[in-house]
């Protein structure tokens, strides 16, 4: 009996040990805890079921040794994020799931506050307004209605502060086409929204031969006019990227991409740029800059003004263009982009040859500070994604911060 | 020693048994030593098997108003998720393994395709004899793919005579009725009659915030009822043929019809309401069941059944209507083509036909050597249509998918049964096709995948009071139609979808003891799932597709002790602990910064007890008192990944610890019983998953009938 007792309290023993060296491997990863700082970034990262998104704050991101890391740092949030930024404040736009906009200021020990947050029912495309004010459009999916909704949100009390619906641009009556707003600017008490025109249910885009944008009157959001240009397709692409700069001067330019891989279901006209000059309700006759032909067959798919004249943009690589292309452009893991430098007034492009093949990005807001912009860079030849900093006026970059995740949506500077 | 488990052959022989599941209970009741009560042989041979395998006796909870699903939540591994009140949306995991990847089945016959009517938590516990939970590694009569386990829900085959009525009221305005039923004629007739009825308003209070419709600016909290969430479902089973004769031990045709409708309160959390929109589903389901033990040679036994299933599904959200938490509404004037819910409005309707034969072999050469063969075959074909649709739709044109898995398995074991192993293979094969309709392209679409998976099972009694197991099994799950073609329109298809791996082991041990009139049951299970090319929905922006994503590790420790004394009193505590890691080191070419950290949104410490306490002859000579309590127990846990984000910050999903009681009174030695019940006596606000209040505090009266002879 006691040889049975000795035995059968080994076998527990036996499996009790097993049971706790197998299950001893786990340790929870060690959080750090990071300085805080003016830059606010946003982090998204490879998540559970899809992707995360965290708001963190970084007191330097021009180092290659930085990481931007949400391992123990940033604010969760709970969907796939818009992010817009109007005076001191930054805003997530929580996407789908839960439709809520948080704003978020800085306080003195360099870190993230949350200064309020809203429900909102759609909104696709982002703009600054003034410093107080963050436009957002609305857009609907699904077809058979039209109306967009343009929502100014109080950066500082964080609250929609007036709604206004409008179609946008209606060709006549019987018009079933949806227009999607793609690039709003604010210059001269006068709001520029650049749209595609698609059917709502299946995305087609029949109408690839003109730019449009439509002119409200700011802040009273009275439809003015829509101008349209057949010099190139239509401005900007899905998913509130940035397709409309405007220079010192008061000048805006737009991008058109004229891409498959930007989400058009057909090409027409060659990808480039248009200028509409200062207070002016017109495209500028005299300028068109067919960047496809000077780049030898790149796409521009989203730019930055850097200052002097000087675009930074994301192109899209020649020969990467087709049918099976569509919305290729939204895959940060799909390599089809490299960086350049656009002249706008020589009307020349040059390639960055230091930043490496990369993919697009949804909504990618780059910061331009003291003459460098910076740029997040998700490329999967390299095996890393990173922020690089990009000198426009020598066509060069540096790596600064890498990052931990797929990608920064946004990077942003408060003072 | 010897004479009980003759006596227990003998008596295996003359009654009907389990259709599939018998082959593998069969040959074990020589183990039954330490047994008394002869009617729980089956289900104390179930637990004794080699596998690694939780039995639950369901007859001990007929007079409560549990469903199945509840039930299963009070054992080790088995976590499920609901979102709501009765017949809400549920999540099903079992040691980590979760949607497709564990299968059920009903007297060994899949439920995947019998419609969401016919769900676990749409089962009254009634129509269970036992419940089978089989962790990890599965055995072949249950033919299947299932990666991560599998659940047999095992219906009482031995009563020739029954008749188990029942009826139950409680909050909410929750009414639920079942009907169990056999008559067998002397000459061998029989006909079973089943049904169930299950009603719930499901008005429960839950606390939200409400936002100012101009400004977005939230309110302050207020509890405020639930006010479109009724749910309804019904099923009717009639099943008749003949038992025990020259041509058949059993011969059996039946027919399912069923059919629920659930009214849709939330998406995906409580920040979007909605007052209109509804799911609903019906199904007809002929089955057919056959079993001859000697077949044609000695010791042969053939096991066969074969169904249809014609489901039709449906989600109707077509309302222009914004709601709010009040119940009031505007009619909205921007994306008033949206439904509340959905992006487009819609009546989609999915059409399902399916098909599903099945016929297991199993020899049994002498006492030592077993060999069983088992092949099945199903067959699925989904339509879809949306009379209300301006544009394409998923599944206008069919999706098929034919998926054949043969298995085959040598069991040996010694005369008396002190060690027993089984070796086992299993083939799965699909066939799928689909045209891939999207951008006015119309290419067709062909997959098929081969696999192999094996697999061992050995036990072994060191003491006649302590059974030692060990099993593993390498099991493959292939991709379904809809996770390989996309539905046609933003949810993408995958050609180069792969089926999920796991290699599953599992080392346990049970122990039993008696003494006098206490018995003593424990047992502990380590296990271990090394798993990759998990199929999951990867979401970017607009487009979706399935892909082979996560690869995981799970180790874990499940244990459960059980009390009994003298009939009378019963206590049972268990626990699960399960570590499952993100064990993948690239994602997309990019480093996984995750790497190792335990997978979110996963519940992985939790346990549950049980405590009653029967007074027989309370008053009279064949009346029975019965107290029980219960209460379940589960770990806070993340959201998403538990190293991202600031402590501060992260989205948890709150620790729950939840108690039940309940007080039944059976008369005439259980003929006519009547139960009261409280479930969430604390009323605490519970979630099983992010932002989804489940019900408070609720009392039910359940009043039951069960004759039998």
Request: proline share 4%; glycine share 8%.
């Amino acid at each position: 009996m006691r040889f049975c007792k000795s035995r059968y309290s080994q076998t527990i023993l036996i499996l009790l040990t097993i049971a706790v060296l197998l299950s001893g491997c786990y340790k929870p990863k060690s959080h750090f805890l990071q300085a805080g700082g003016s830059y606010i970034l946003a982090l998204r990262t490879q998540g559970a079921t899809a992707t995360s998104d965290y708001l963190l704050t970084q007191d330097t991101i021009n180092n290659a040794a930085k990481v931007v890391s949400s391992t123990g740092n940033g604010i969760e949030q709970l969907a796939w994020c818009y992010f817009g930024a109007a005076g001191k404040t930054v805003f997530s736009f929580s996407y789908g799931t839960n439709n809520v906009g948080i704003g978020y200021g800085i306080n003195e020990g360099g870190a993230l506050y949350e200064k309020g947050r809203i429900s909102f029912e759609r909104m696709d495309c982002f703009g600054k307004g003034d410093d107080s004010t963050l436009i957002a459009i609305g857009a609907p999916w699904g077809g058979g209605s039209y109306d967009c909704q343009i929502q100014l949100i109080d950066a500082n009390d964080i609250r929609i502060r007036k709604k206004r619906l409008t179609p946008l641009y209606m060709w006549s009556p019987l018009d079933v086409l949806n227009k999607w707003p793609t690039s709003i600017v604010v210059n001269d008490n006068k709001m520029y929204v650049s749209f595609y025109p698609l059917d709502g249910g299946t995305w087609n885009t029949e109408y690839t031969d003109t730019a449009y944008v439509t002119i409200f009157s700011y802040p009273g959001l009275d439809s003015l006019t829509t101008i349209k240009d057949s010099r190139t397709g239509p401005i900007g692409l899905y998913g509130n990227q940035i397709g409309m700069m405007k220079a010192e001067n008061g000048d805006i330019y737009t991008v058109s991409p004229s891409s498959f891989a930007a989400g058009y279901t057909q090409v027409t006209k060659k990808s480039g740029i248009l200028r509409i000059k200062n207070g002016q309700q017109s495209f500028d006759p005299s300028y068109f800059f067919d960047v496809e032909t000077a780049s030898g067959g790149a796409k521009l798919l989203t730019a930055a003004y850097a200052g002097d004249g000087l675009l930074v943009a994301r192109l899209q690589l020649p020969g990467t263009d087709d049918i099976n292309a569509v919305w290729g452009a939204f895959e940060v893991t799909n390599p089809i982009c490299k960086m350049a430098i656009i002249d706008l007034n020589n009307k020349t492009v040059t390639d960055i040859a230091d930043i490496p093949v990369h993919g697009g990005q949804y909504g990618a807001q780059w910061l331009v500070e003291e003459g460098k912009v910076y740029a997040s860079i998700t490329s999967t030849p390299a095996g890393e994604a990173r922020i690089y900093a990009i000198d426009p006026l020598t066509a060069t970059a540096t790596r600064a911060a890498k990052i931990e995740g797929l990608e920064v949506p946004a990077i942003y500077k408060i003072k | 020693m010897m004479n009980k488990p003759v006596l227990l052959l003998l008596l295996g022989s003359n009654i009907i048994v389990p259709a599939l599941a018998q082959d593998t209970l069969k040959t074990t009741p020589k183990q039954l030593k330490q047994v008394t009560v002869t009617g729980k042989s089956d289900l104390r041979a179930a637990k004794e098997q080699a596998y690694t395998v939780t039995a639950i006796d369901a007859t001990r909870l007929h007079n409560t108003t549990r469903d199945i699903n509840q039930v299963l939540n009070h054992s080790t591994g088995v976590k499920i998720r609901e979102e709501g009140g009765l017949g809400s949306n549920y999540s099903f995991s079992l040691n980590g393994f979760t949607g497709k990847q564990v299968k059920f089945f009903l007297d060994g016959m899949p439920m995947d395709n019998f419609g969401s009517s016919l769900s676990l938590n749409n089962l009254p516990i009634n129509m269970a004899e036992r419940i089978e939970i089989y962790k990890g590694v599965v055995p072949v009569f249950l033919g299947s793919d299932a990666l991560g386990g599998a659940v047999n829900v095992v219906t009482n085959q031995k009563i020739k005579k029954y008749l188990d009525a029942s009826y139950s009221i409680g909050s909410f305005n929750t009414h639920r009725a079942s009907i169990n039923s056999r008559y067998t004629t002397d000459k061998g007739f029989t006909i079973n009659l089943n049904g169930f009825y299950n009603y719930s308003d499901n008005n429960y209070k839950i606390d939200v915030q409400i936002p100012d419709p101009q400004t977005g600016i939230y309110g302050n909290t207020l509890r405020i009822k639930r006010f479109h969430d009724a749910y309804h479902s019904a099923m009717g089973q009639v099943e008749a043929g003949f038992v025990n004769k020259q041509f058949a031990d059993k011969l059996l045709f039946g027919l399912i019809v069923s059919e629920n409708r659930k009214e849709v309160q939330t998406g995906m959390n409580m920040d979007l309401v909605s007052g209109q929109v509804f799911n609903s589903s019906n199904s007809i389901i002929p089955t057919f069941k056959y079993k001859k033990e000697n077949f044609f040679v000695p010791g042969l036994t053939l096991t066969a059944n074969a169904n249809m299933s014609f489901v039709k599904s449906g989600i109707t959200d077509t309302s222009s209507r914004l709601y709010d938490w009040y119940g009031n509404y505007t009619v909205k004037t921007f994306g008033s083509n949206s439904g509340e819910l959905s992006y487009y409005k819609t009546k989609f309707r999915f059409n399902d036909r399916n098909a599903l034969a099945s016929a297991n072999l199993s020899y049994e050469l002498n006492k030592n050597h077993n060999f069983s063969l088992n092949h099945n075959y199903t067959y699925a074909r989904r339509k879809g249509d949306d009379p209300i649709a301006i544009d394409p739709i998923p599944f206008d044109i069919p999706n098929t998918l034919s998926k054949n898995i043969t298995g085959l398995a040598y069991k040996y074991s010694t005369l008396s049964n002190r060690f027993s192993a089984t070796v086992f293979a299993k083939q799965f094969s699909m066939s799928a096709s689909t045209v891939d309709a999207e951008w006015g392209t119309h290419e067709s679409m062909k997959t098929s995948y081969n696999r192999t998976g094996y697999g061992v099972a050995a036990m072994y009694y060191v003491f006649p009071f302590a059974q030692v197991k060990a099993s593993y099994e390498s099991t493959w799950r292939l991709p379904e139609g809809e996770e390989m073609f996309g539905n046609g329109l933003l949810l993408k298809n995958n050609p180069y979808l792969k089926p999920e791996h796991s290699h599953n082991i599992n080392v346990g041990l049970a122990l039993m003891k008696t003494f006098n009139k206490h018995k003593l049951e424990g047992e502990i299970n380590y296990l271990y799932r090394k798993a990759g090319d998990f199929i999951r929905l990867e979401s970017d922006g607009q487009i979706s597709r399935y892909s082979n994503l996560d690869s995981v590790r799970t180790s874990g420790v499940e244990w459960s002790v059980r009390y009994t004394y003298d009939d009378a009193l019963t206590v049972e505590v268990n626990s699960t602990y399960q570590n499952t890691l993100n064990s993948k080191t690239f994602d997309h070419g990019i480093p996984n910064y995750t790497y190792w950290d335990r997978l979110p949104n996963m519940p992985y410490l939790f346990g549950s007890f049980d405590a009653g306490y029967k007074l027989k002859k309370a008053f009279y000579s064949h009346d029975a008192l019965t107290f029980g309590v219960g209460g379940n127990f589960v770990e806070k846990f993340y959201l998403f990944w538990p190293s991202q984000g600031s402590a501060g910050t992260k989205f948890i999903i709150p620790r729950q610890f939840t108690q039940d009681a309940a007080v039944t009174y059976s008369l005439q030695n259980g003929k006519y019983n009547m139960a009261v019940e409280c479930t969430n006596l604390s009323n605490a606000k519970l979630y099983d998953n992010f932002k989804l209040q489940k019900p408070g505090r609720a009392f039910n009266v359940k009043l039951r009938y069960f004759f039998h002879n």
